[in-house]
């Protein structure tokens, strides 16, 4: 069966076009470790490769709405029947005639070899559509750039709407305006619900999310990604393993015993009915946005709808399908599956609301609310508006005082800016009218928990 390729008499543009898909072909084909010795080693090895080049070349050619010529599952029973039309039918033996005397330095048997055809065909196809995707996405990345953009800056991430808009249809993408403070690692195993509304009790599909929004390569269309649950799965036990952060007295100076015990009392008054400040398992306390009095932007943008559908519902099911899909291409067994996701259902839910936060080391969490506002405890414990309208992060200074980033020259790294769409700093007003001593007592209890 001949090897129907395009004319070479080509128009400049296709020539540009051709040799963009060209050097896409290459890419594709170093990507399989055997496609040199193969290309070498004999007839049907040549004959392989050539029809994979073909077949390379007509899915860099398709069209995003073209249907593809191979589906993965069509394609390993189809190129298996394509390879033995190119050298010959194994019925007649000459193609195991070829393998004998030419190719049996690569394979033994002829199953290896159309297994090992199969495995390379399926592979690249894959390659291809994954990289296919990749044009696709940036296309619509590039088309979404008028949406207003809240600047993170270090330590924060708008992750739900970039996932949002990366997952899903552009016609459903929001303003990423509202980044937030990547929360502590430690103590997270022990919460059921996560995130900063408490939106999903999945430790794998948060995972896959985030690492799908962050740049791993994905297909929409058979959700195919280049992402490894057992590398997610490491993650999560390594997590586990973090312990909070003791304070340094040699450092920062001792804790003040005396001061600390009256601030534990305090702290019993006037924070402990929202804020534990154990290691176990916190309980699932949700409060709402007006009794609370913080940006309400992260909250307001999970919950907000994809079209008919709830955000999270959405974000539920195409977490599932990647995962699953993720288990199969790397060989993940149900069993081990299973193990990966013990005690972490793929649930997730829209509240509209923030959750509470354990107080474990939180005088290393600084800066402090969820979108990350207010530098230090001191100021926190302060009417918000006496706060810092603007501070530097991303300096790595630290007041032991205040408890929290220390002011810093705002030219020695990001500037906050509490003006900004998602920034603002009000809120969470308890315990601020105490007096001063009062709140440097919850702040010295606060450096030994």
């Known amino acids: 069966m001949a090897v129907v390729r395009p004319s070479r008499h080509r128009p400049p543009v296709r020539r540009r076009q051709a040799a963009v898909a060209t050097a896409s072909r290459s890419r594709l084909l170093s990507e399989l470790v055997a496609a040199e010795p193969l290309a070498t080693a004999g007839a049907a090895e040549k004959a392989f490769v050539e029809h994979l080049t073909a077949i390379i070349d007509k899915e860099l050619e398709r069209s995003p709405t073209e249907p593809a010529r191979f589906s993965l599952k069509q394609s390993l029973g189809q190129a298996g029947h394509d390879v033995t039309s190119l050298v010959g039918e194994i019925a007649h033996g000459d193609l195991g005639d070829i393998l004998k005397k030419e190719a049996g330095k690569v394979f033994s048997k002829i199953e290896d070899h159309e297994a090992a055809v199969r495995d390379a065909i399926e592979h690249a196809v894959v390659q ?20 207003a953009t809240t600047e993170a800056g270090p330590g924060r991430a708008d ?26 690692l430690w103590n997270t195993t022990a919460m059921t619900w996560t995130d900063w509304d408490g939106n999903t009790t999945s430790a794998m599909g948060r995972s896959m999310a985030t690492a799908l929004a962050g740049g791993a390569s994905f297909d ?33 100076g001792p804790i003040d015993k005396d001061k600390s015990a009256r601030g534990a009392a305090l702290f ?53 399908k990647y995962l699953d899909r993720a288990y199969k291409e790397f060989g993940v067994s149900e069993q081990e599956a299973n193990q990966m996701e013990a005690g972490h259902p793929n649930q997730w839910r829209p509240t509209r609301k923030y959750a509470s936060r354990p107080l474990v080391a939180v005088w290393a969490t600084a800066p402090y609310l969820h979108n990350g506002s207010v530098p230090t405890l001191d100021d926190l414990l302060r009417p918000s508006v006496g706060r810092p309208k603007s501070f530097a992060v991303g300096h790595g200074e630290f007041d032991p005082v205040k408890v929290g980033l220390a002011a810093g020259d705002a030219g020695a790294g990001f500037v906050f800016d509490t003006s900004k769409p998602g920034n603002p700093n009000a809120g969470h007003e308890f315990g601020t009218d105490l007096p001063s001593n009062d709140r440097k007592a919850i702040t010295e209890f606060l450096k030994a928990r």
Request: charge should be neutral.
């Open 220 to 252: 929409p269309e058979t959700y195919i990604s280049t992402v490894s649950p057992r590398n997610l799965y490491e993650f999560e036990k390594l997590v586990a393993k973090i312990q909070p952060p003791v304070w340094p007295g040699d450092t920062f």
């Open 159 to 184: 992750d739900f709407a970039t996932a949002r808009n990366t997952l899903f249809d552009e016609q459903f993408a929001i303003a990423a305006t509202a980044p937030c403070s990547i929360p502590p």
């Open 128 to 147: 291809v559509r994954l990289l296919k995707a990749r044009v696709e996405l940036l296309k619509k990345m590039k088309s979404l750039q008028s949406l």
């Open 268 to 320: 019993g008054q006037h924070c402990a009915k929202c804020h534990v400040t154990g290691s176990g398992p916190p309980p699932d306390l949700l409060y709402d946005l007006d009794q609370l009095g913080t940006d309400p932007a992260r909250a307001e943008n999970f919950a907000t709808n994809l079209g008919d559908r709830r955000f999270a519902d959405a974000l539920r099911d195409v977490v599932g």
